[in-house]
């Protein structure tokens, strides 16, 4: 979980931002959006193989 803590007179929008930049760094939305749906050990090897040629 990632987490940030704002500083005293700090805007939200900058903190947000913060907190994006640490959650990108960590790859926590990548690993998100791939297990958004389970895909099976065959189409993982086949989309893998298209995607190095």
Not at 3 to 29: C, H, N, S, W, Y
């Amino acid at each position: 979980m990632s987490e940030i803590r704002m500083k005293k007179g700090e805007p939200v929008d900058r903190a947000l931002r913060r907190l994006k930049k640490k959650m990108d760094k960590e790859g926590t939305m990548k690993e998100l959006r791939n297990r958004r749906h389970y895909m099976k050990p065959s189409e993982a090897k086949r989309r893998k193989k298209r995607r190095t040629r």
